[in-house]
């Protein structure tokens, strides 16, 4: 089947249907400008009706033995397992997303996908005890209901999946509203996956629209307990602030600014490799990215020759080429945003030891050092492939510059003492940090999420189970209570 063509609707109640909106959202390949999909927008009323019938299904759905729910989620495993390629064809049309990328997004798929069926087990309850002779405390652990899922274009496949999935797997229902760069791999894809699986009518809806057509009905809408965000600050604080104002609980992943340390015992040619993968994977469009890369002055002169050298050999080009490293930014506006900041910040002193060109949304990469202390470059997420090399003298000024951002979302310690790097690791104010790794990491049962800006909450294993259900507490009392009056 062709994706593009055969998707390009909204997924309501178990139907596939066009939107009934006065605009369409235009779906285009970020290479080479090839239109993909055009897709009418979702209106109010269409959200309306995607909540209303996530609603009327979930009710069975929870009551449904979770044995019999997870074999949905085996069942879609073995299908994305079966049209990898099919799947892996779209992400690098749709998104600029190289092969490379690609298989890294298709692999953690998979693996949220085996966590789902495993998950289905447990939303468990217990037995407490009490002061209260004759009393049975019963604590149920039961669905929230509804969930409401916002997924980025960046890893939109994986970012769909990683919340819709266990919130399906522990008894709710789900409205996915994917991001208009990506409505195919975010949204309509999950949608035909989970419906090829089995996946009964009415419990996964996903609407492709936008906040110029339906405000902010997608949250307030009454139905939803739940939001799942992911994507940047900005919008995140508006997330949390409708969904406090409407007592719904918000579980936010956003931006990042991590820095990647370079301690003076390190091995450097490691460290070098580990650097560059984390700053220009998927061109650098990734949350958990290593936006500063902290080198002690020690080995910082032998660290930034090998360092540009190995950033200069990346191929950049079509992302559909296997030898791709770096394909193109998800459209013009950002590709014309990473370009103006590299020149702001060399025309405010920075010295560019790589100054990558714009080819259509093609970025080469760059390498920037030398930037004021003050430069908001140094504080800020670039959504792009350059690098900020930043010297230090010390673990404490290293400290002190990596916790030197409003985010905290993940991060990286090279050493070649790993307790040392442990003892490093814990006085970084942020989410993750990984010793003698990459910065980019996500794993099914570990709890990923950041601190300060990068947002609030946690998904993945126990953390998942805390953020899609809730506790009802149930007491019986055997024989008679004594009352006072």
Not at 411 to 429: L, N, Q, Y
Request: charged share 20%.
């Amino acid at each position: 089947m062709s994706f593009f063509t055969d998707l390009a609707h909204q997924y309501i109640d178990g139907e596939w249907k066009p939107g009934s909106g006065s605009w369409d959202i235009i779906d285009f390949n970020p290479y080479n400008g090839d239109r993909l999909a055009s897709i009418t927008v979702a209106t109010a009323d269409e959200v309306d009706r995607a909540y209303r019938a996530a609603e009327r299904a979930q009710k069975a759905w929870a009551e449904t033995n979770p044995y019999s729910r997870r074999l949905v989620f085996e069942r879609a495993l073995r299908i994305v397992e079966d049209r990898e390629e099919e799947i892996s064809d779209a992400i690098v049309a749709e998104l600029g997303g190289t092969r490379l990328k690609a298989a890294f997004e298709l692999h953690l798929v998979k693996e949220f996908l085996r966590e789902a069926v495993h998950l289905s087990l447990q939303s468990t309850g217990r037995i407490l005890p009490s002061p209260v002779d004759g009393k049975e405390n019963r604590v149920y652990r039961v669905p929230v209901g509804v969930v409401g899922v916002i997924s980025p274009f960046n890893f939109p496949f994986l970012l769909s999946i990683k919340s819709v999935a266990p919130a399906l797997a522990l008894g709710n229902a789900v409205v996915l509203k994917p991001h208009q760069n990506t409505p195919i791999c975010g949204g309509a894809l999950v949608a035909k996956l989970f419906e090829d699986a089995g996946l009964p009518g009415g419990l996964l809806n996903v609407v492709i629209t936008d906040i110029a057509e339906i405000g902010d009905m997608l949250i307030e809408h009454p139905v939803p307990k739940v939001i799942s965000f992911t994507g940047s600050d900005a919008v995140g604080r508006h997330v949390a602030t409708v969904c406090a104002a409407n007592f719904k609980r918000s579980v936010l992943e956003l931006g990042g600014n991590s820095a990647l340390i370079v301690l003076d015992d390190a091995d450097i040619d490691y460290a070098v490799d580990a650097a560059v993968f984390s700053r220009y994977v998927h061109q650098g469009q990734v949350c958990m990215a290593a936006n500063r890369i902290l080198v002690d002055r020690k080995v910082e002169k032998e660290f930034s020759e090998k360092f540009v050298a190995k950033v200069g050999s990346l191929r950049v080009g079509d992302p559909a080429d296997p030898a791709t490293h770096i394909g193109p930014l998800i459209n013009s506006t950002q590709a014309e945003s990473v370009s103006k900041l590299v020149d702001q910040a060399v025309a405010a002193g920075a010295t560019a030891l790589l100054h990558g060109g714009v080819d259509g949304n093609l970025v080469s990469p760059s390498v920037l050092t030398g930037l004021a202390a003050d430069s908001p470059l140094l504080t800020q997420e670039i959504f792009g492939p350059v690098a900020i090399l930043v010297p230090f003298d010390g673990e404490e000024e290293a400290v002190r510059i990596a916790n030197d951002t409003p985010y905290g979302l993940s991060g990286a310690v090279h050493t070649g003492d790993v307790e040392r790097g442990v003892r490093f690791a814990r006085r970084i104010e942020t989410g993750m940090i990984h010793i003698n790794d990459s910065t980019v990491h996500d794993e099914p049962i570990v709890p990923f999420g950041g601190e300060k800006h990068s947002g609030v909450g946690r998904l993945n294993g126990e953390s998942t189970l805390e953020a899609f259900t809730t506790q009802k507490w149930i007491s019986v009392q055997h024989g008679r209570s004594r009352f006072p009056f």
